[in-house]
Structures are given as structure tokens and as C-alpha cells.
């Protein structure tokens, strides 16, 4: 059974940082591309950013590109999202995703990812 556990949200002030994780199993997690996506209420899953199955290539949603970094430990079945001077638009429930490897991360369609984590809360004040 493949599980993608998020963790590491929570409240903070614009300008803090966070850094989620995500922790797979169930998966040959090297062979899966690995993406963040979020939601804020009432509005529709978001791309936020993608790293692919060889930790070669990135790709950021152009919203957050220079302050978040998404980031990749293959001998440890974890992805990360490192969220610098979050700001309140940040504000959403952040969900990591994995794509077959044969997929291009520049394909940012959330119906490419065959699996998905809980999610985790990402509050930013004011």
C-alpha cells in the first residue's frame, strides 16, 4: 500500500519559513517523480513545484519561484519543500504528489499524479 505522509505545516508570520516533508513507502520512491501542490479554501489544487526521479531537474510554479525549494533524499523515501518569506496568499493545505518517472515534471496536471499525501496546514498571519 503506498503512503505519502506530509508534515512540518503550521501558523506562522509573513516572512518566516517552513519546510514540509514527505515521507513515502509502498513505492520504489526513486522511480517516481515527486511534486507539492496547494489549496486554499474555495479555490481549486494549485502546482506549487515538482523535482523529478533522478533529483536532475526542477520546476516551480512562476508564484513562489526564489522563495520555495523542493528538494529530494532518495536513500531516505522523502521529499521536501523548503517556503521562504511566506506570505499570507501562502496560506493554504499543502499536499506532496508522485508521478511516474516517464512523465515530465513540466506537465503540471494534478491527474498525471497517481498518489497523494493528507496534506498538511500552512497558515501565514499577518
Known amino acids: 500500500q503506498v503512503q505519502l505522509v506530509e508534515s512540518g505545516g503550521g501558523l506562522v508570520q509573513a516572512g518566516d519559513s517552513l519546510r514540509l516533508s514527505c515521507a513515502a513507502s509502498?513505492?520504489?520512491?526513486?522511480?517516481?517523480?515527486m511534486a507539492w501542490f496547494r489549496q486554499a479554501p474555495g479555490k481549486e489544487r494549485d502546482f506549487v513545484a515538482a523535482?523529478?526521479?533522478?533529483?536532475?531537474?526542477?520546476y516551480y510554479a512562476e508564484s513562489v519561484k526564489g522563495g520555495f525549494t523542493i528538494s529530494r533524499d532518495n536513500a531516505k523515501n522523502t521529499a521536501y519543500l523548503q517556503m521562504n518569506s511566506l506570505k499570507p496568499e501562502d496560506t493554504a493545505v499543502y499536499y506532496c504528489?508522485?508521478?511516474?518517472?516517464?512523465?515530465?515534471?513540466?506537465?503540471?496536471?494534478?491527474?498525471?499524479?497517481?498518489?497523494w499525501g493528507q496534506g498538511t496546514q500552512v497558515t501565514v498571519s499577518s
Open positions: 509502498g513505492l520504489t520512491f526513486r522511480s517516481w517523480n
Open positions: 504528489a508522485a508521478s511516474p518517472a516517464y512523465r515530465s515534471i513540466l506537465d503540471i496536471s494534478p491527474s498525471v499524479y497517481s498518489y
Open positions: 523535482i523529478n526521479w533522478n533529483v536532475g531537474t526542477t
